[in-house]
């Protein structure tokens, strides 16, 4: 089955800038959206379409498409960044919605 | 604004079988796609299926294919997500999600089950 794939864990300074990726064989046909996730919280949508961003979303955070990688880049890092990051896409046909396993990102 | 509410919290039998509903406000209900996300504890989302409301088509993951039912009732602008022959396994916090365009752009605050004997 098809599967989307991140790195476990990302850790970053304050006001660095950290970088996530995702890769799946059908990125590059369907686009991807990222999420952020706080403890106890629902998912907030935090870019859509590979690279655009919702309103009301800080403009550190970033989305790209590159082959069968998309990379969410947030800026400038805060310590409220600090959550759960999940990419989410479709496979190939575009019915079945598929997200990746997650990324916790740290700040240090 | 859209908003979407859920019913409580769930505890179950295994076996069993859960319906969690998903109110929604806001908006023209019958134009939705809802779809259904489950994160059991301490993991990642995990997407179980989706209703096009207006169509009333539905599809679903694999994984949950024939244990899972989903359904939407116009009148109340409500849709439902079953699931039935319920595992410790299935023991999570499950969200409905408005669908635009394949973004899931606004959530439901999470229903939590919990499958035990």
């Known amino acids: 089955s098809y599967e989307l794939t991140q790195p476990p864990s990302v850790s970053v300074s304050p006001g660095q800038t950290a970088t996530i990726t995702c890769s799946g064989d059908?990125?590059?046909?369907?686009?991807a959206y990222w999420y952020q996730q706080k403890p106890g919280q629902a998912p907030l949508l935090v870019t859509y379409?590979?690279?655009e961003r919702p309103s009301g979303i800080p403009e550190r955070f970033s989305g790209s498409s590159s082959g069968t990688t998309v990379t969410l880049t947030i800026s400038g890092v805060q310590a409220e960044d600090e959550a759960d990051y999940y990419c989410?896409?479709?496979?190939?046909?575009?019915?079945?919605?598929?997200f990746g396993g997650g990324t916790k990102l740290t700040v240090l | 604004q859209v908003q979407l509410v859920q019913s409580g919290a769930e505890v179950k039998k295994p076996g069993s079988s859960v319906k969690v509903s998903c109110k929604a406000s806001g908006g023209t209900f019958s134009s939705y796609t809802i779809s259904w996300v489950r994160q059991a504890p301490g993991q990642g989302l995990e997407w179980m299926g989706r209703i096009i409301v207006l169509l009333d088509i539905t599809d679903y993951a694999q994984k949950f294919q024939g244990r899972v039912t989903i359904t939407a009732d116009k009148s109340t602008s409500t849709a439902y997500m079953e699931l039935s022959s319920l595992r410790s396994e299935d023991t999570a916090v499950y969200y409905c999600?408005?669908?635009?365009?394949?973004?899931?752009?606004?959530w439901g605050q999470g229903t939590l089950v919990t499958v035990s004997s």
């Open positions: 989410q896409s479709a496979d190939s046909s575009g019915t079945y919605t598929i």
């Open positions: 379409k590979d690279s």
């Open positions: 059908a990125l590059p046909k369907q686009y």
């Open positions: 999600a408005r669908v635009k365009e394949d973004q899931l752009l606004v």
